[in-house]
Each structure stands twice: as structure tokens, then as C-alpha cells.
């Protein structure tokens, strides 16, 4: 099982930033697919969720109008729109799939700052 981000990056206030996580090695349309994310200093939390065929998503209140998750069932993709980064956005993001198990991808670091 794998799943793998695409890299993060420095990114200004303001600005955008797509993170994409390929998954291999399980039935991926099967599972719902979530991006956390995990500050220095803080727990791990919730960005955004999203249901196996795509229908349903959920997202935390301080990303709400701001981020979007989708998933590419056919690509085993599922990606997170970032628009209008705060520096509070600052943290690892990491990719997960849940349904009877739990998997994680590696983390990508993205960092917001002029």
C-alpha cells in the first residue's frame, strides 16, 4: 500500500497551491480519502474529507471557502485545492485513506510566509 503527495512548497499569503496523493495497492474508489495536516507544536487535525464516490465532503471551519478536496476515482487521485494561504496554513499535510484500515501517506510540507 502507498500513497504518495505530490511536494508542498513555500507560498505566499494569498496565494494557491494544488496537493495531489496517488494511491496504489488497495481498492481506492472504496475508500474515503481526507487531508490532515499537523502544525509544529500541535496535533494532528482534519482539513477535509471526502466520500468514496465523491458525493459527500466535509471540511474543517478554518479552511471552509478556501479549500476544496476532490477525488480522480479512474486516476486513484485525490487532491486539495489550497486558495488564499494564511501563514496559519503552515504544516505537513498528509494524505489518508480509511475504510476497514486506516493508511497514510508521508507528508508534504507546506509553508505559508512573505
Known amino acids: 500500500v502507498q500513497l504518495v503527495e505530490s511536494r508542498g512548497g513555500l507560498v505566499q499569503p494569498g496565494g494557491s497551491l494544488r496537493l495531489s496523493c496517488v494511491a496504489s495497492g488497495f481498492t481506492f474508489g472504496r475508500y474515503v480519502m481526507s487531508w490532515y495536516r499537523q502544525a509544529p507544536g500541535k496535533e494532528r487535525e482534519l482539513v477535509a474529507s471526502?466520500?468514496?464516490?465523491?458525493?459527500?465532503?466535509n471540511y474543517a471551519d478554518s479552511v471552509k471557502g478556501r479549500f476544496t478536496i476532490s477525488r480522480d476515482n479512474n486516476k486513484n487521485t485525490v487532491y486539495l485545492q489550497m486558495n488564499t494561504l494564511k501563514p496559519d496554513d503552515t504544516a505537513v499535510y498528509y494524505c489518508c485513506a480509511r475504510l476497514f484500515k486506516t493508511y497514510w501517506g508521508q507528508g508534504t510540507q507546506v509553508t505559508v510566509s512573505s
Open positions: 471526502i466520500t468514496s464516490g465523491g458525493v459527500s465532503t
